[in-house]
């Protein structure tokens, strides 16, 4: 009887990439020391910024991508790394959201803001407002966070390279905070945007007794109007807290805050 051969399974190809933000998204999986020797078993890492100077590029069957895009030199590369990778996932409130640097997206101000902190000068590359990566280029999964949570992100990287469908959380940060029976920092008068903000973290900042600025994004079915009228009865005005909300909402927050 002839001997089967073993045919060698080619691993999926995976690239890591990082644009305009702290990179902390990149340095969480780094620091993963009891998965991340799983995760280079598990898959071929074709590009990981911040692991490798020299890495070998080429088709990709997911790419990971950090940062938001706020220059020309970023809206081609992301374009490009688009063509070359069949899934496509925004990690990190920078690439989901726009981050800190879009806190004032679309107010018309960016090209005052500009010349205001960098003044008359000629760029390596211009610079554009900063914007998520799915202003540019279609994006097919997000892992939001800042930065982002690492059970959650090898959960998600797991279900991807196993052929799976990465299930969103369903619930806000307000949700998580009641399972660690935290007392409610609204009951306080503090500004916490737990329940308008996806969950996922595991409430980590109100189990510390500090607010939820909302970096998770957005949650879609949260009842923004009767929680802003809530946070103005504790003396805030209406424009402290659009201007806190928007500090991590970026882009994706003008959607939920357009009509109050």
Request: hydrophobic share 35%; charged share 25%.
């Amino acid at each position: 009887m002839a001997k089967v051969k073993d045919t060698p399974v080619q691993k999926p190809r995976i690239g890591v990439y990082g644009f305009t933000g702290c990179a902390g998204d990149q340095l969480i999986l780094i620091h993963t020391e009891d998965e991340i020797l799983n995760l280079f078993a598990a898959a071929d890492i074709r590009s990981f910024v911040m692991a490798s100077s020299n890495p070998p590029e080429g088709d990709l069957d997911v790419a990971f991508v950090e940062g938001s895009i706020s220059t020309e030199e970023e809206r081609e590369h992301i374009q490009e790394i688009r063509k070359r990778a069949k899934i496509l996932v925004a990690i990190g409130n920078c690439a989901v959201s726009g981050g800190p640097q879009a806190m004032f997206a679309n107010d018309g101000s960016f090209a005052k803001r500009l010349r205001d902190v960098y003044g008359e000068v000629k760029f390596i590359t211009d610079p554009i407002e900063a914007a998520p990566i799915d202003a540019h280029v279609t994006v097919d999964y997000y892992l939001p966070g800042c930065p982002i949570d690492s059970q959650q992100a090898f959960a998600l990287i797991s279900r991807l390279l196993h052929g799976a469908d990465p299930e969103p959380s369903l619930h806000p940060v307000c949700h998580e905070c009641k399972l660690h029976e935290n007392r409610c920092l609204l009951l306080d008068k503090k500004l916490c945007f737990g329940p308008l903000t996806k969950g996922g973290c595991g409430s980590a900042c109100p189990n510390h007794g500090l607010p939820c600025v909302g970096c998770w994004g957005p949650q879609a079915d949260g009842n923004f109007r009767q929680h802003f009228e809530l946070l103005q009865s504790f003396g805030l005005s209406k424009e402290e807290v659009f201007r806190r909300i928007k500090n991590y909402g970026g882009h994706k927050i003008l959607e939920f805050i357009k009509d109050i």
